[in-house]
Structures are given as C-alpha cells and as structure tokens.
C-alpha cells in the first residue's frame, strides 16, 4: 500500500463510519441510475459477479434476490463498509483491496463473467489503472459495467458548478464519458448528463 493509498483509507473510513448508519436512505436521492446499471446486467446471462466498491451491499443484495444461482464477490478498501456489507450479504465472498490493486480472479476462485463499479471509479485515485485492471481480469467474454456521476454538462452552469465543488469535498471526481468512449464502452447518459451508464467487453 502506498503512502496514498493509506492516507485515503483513514479518509474513507472516516466518512463512512459516520455516514453509513443513513448511507442507503441518503443515497437514493442523488445516487441516480444504479437500478437502471442492476436491470441491464441482469438482462444478460452470467453466473459470477464481483462488484468493486459495494459499500453497504445494497446493489450485492438486490442483485442476489433476482439471481440467486450466480456467485458474488466484493472488492472493498473501507474497513468501515467492508464491516456493515459482510454482514448485510453473507453468501458473498470479499476481498480487501483498492479497485487499482485487486486480484478480483481471486474473490470467487476464477474470473467473474462480471465486474461492477457503482459510483465508485469517481472515487478511485487511479481509476484508469482500475479500469483497466479489472477489464484484463474479467472472464474472457465477460463485461465490466460502470454506474457513475458524468460531466454535469447538461444542467445549468451554477447547479452543476455547485455539485462539483460539493463532491469534491469527498474526494469524488465526476467520470469523463469521453474518456470512456475512448476506451471502446457502451454508453449511455443519464438526464442532464448528471450520470454514466458504461459497459466495456472483453474479447472472448
């Protein structure tokens, strides 16, 4: 673990041991978009997923009680949510670890035919690193789904000025869609380009 990586493991236990009591009440009014990333996986067969980021396990949880057959996994970096997800979703296997570092063939013991970011690369401090890593580590065939914050550049000036400024208190950084056009994703935008639907396939 770099120096870094340890500073922002204090930071995202620090926040998310205090938020995560209201976390998934609080979420639903500006996390917009994860149910649409849950509906278009499950549209698709597979029977692995690992998600990266879980946080208290919600999208792990629900994705379980529509396919409950397939095996789960998690890569987390805060102990805090790690904590509140194992408990949450028993029947998932977890891994602790930074999206830029993670051995996600080793969370299920194979390559998941899934990986999951929901809104979690906005967070990640080398997210093309991750990106990447987790696209050479999916099964071959497989797809790696993203669910993130995009440009904004669809609301107007001062709104989308004012999310920013408020996100980067947190340590998030909204996703460029160019730079995942630039990786060869599917894509979709959410209403003012307020979120990010991606999906990036590896060769079979």
């Known amino acids: 673990m770099t120096p870094e990586q340890a500073e922002h493991r204090v930071f995202l236990d620090r926040y998310y041991r205090a938020a995560r009591p209201l976390y998934d009440v609080t979420r639903k009014y500006y996390l917009f978009g994860r149910d649409r990333a849950l509906d278009a996986l499950l549209t698709r067969p597979w029977a692995s997923l ?6 208290t396990g919600r ?10 057959w397939a095996s789960y996994g998690a890569i987390e970096a805060a102990d805090a949510m790690l904590e509140r997800a194992t408990v949450r979703c028993p029947w998932a296997r977890f891994q602790r670890a930074f999206a830029e570092d993670a051995d996600h063939g080793a969370v299920l013991g194979r390559p998941p035919q899934r990986i999951l970011f929901s809104y979690c690369l906005s967070m990640v401090q080398r997210r093309e690193e991750a990106l990447q890593r987790a696209l050479a580590q999916v099964a071959p065939g497989g797809e790696v789904h993203v669910v993130d914050f995009a440009d904004l550049g669809g609301l107007p000036r001062p709104l989308a000025a004012g999310l920013r400024a408020w996100l980067a208190l947190y340590r998030v950084t909204p996703l460029d869609p160019g730079w995942l056009a630039g990786l060869g994703a599917d894509m979709s935008l959410g209403p003012g380009r307020y979120y990010v639907l991606a999906r990036l396939r590896r060769p079979g």
Request: neutral net charge.
């Open 50 to 55: 690992v998600e990266v980021g879980p946080g």
């Open 59 to 68: 999208n792990l949880e629900i994705l379980q009680s529509r396919r409950p």
